[in-house]
C-alpha cells in the first residue's frame, strides 16, 4: 500500500469509529462523513500528505 492509501484508511475508520451514525458519502469530490444535511469530515490522501477537512460547526464544539 502507498502511504496515502494507508492514511485514508486510517482517517476513515477513526472517523467511522467517532461518528457511528453518520453516513458516509462522497462530497466534493473527497470522501467524507454526514449527519442530517450536514456534511461534519472530509478527508483526502495522496502520497506524501492527507488532509482532514472539519465543518465549522465541529470545531466550534471541540473548542469549548
Do not use: H, T
Request: a positive charge; proline letters at 6%.
Amino acid at each position: 500500500l502507498c502511504p496515502g492509501c494507508f492514511l485514508s484508511r486510517l482517517v476513515r475508520a477513526q472517523l467511522a469509529g467517532v461518528l457511528p451514525d453518520a453516513e458516509e458519502v462522497i462530497a466534493y469530490k473527497m470522501p467524507g462523513f454526514k449527519i442530517g444535511q450536514s456534511i461534519v469530515a472530509g478527508y483526502a490522501a495522496f502520497s506524501k500528505q492527507c488532509g482532514l477537512y472539519l465543518s465549522p460547526s465541529v470545531n466550534r464544539s471541540w473548542a469549548a
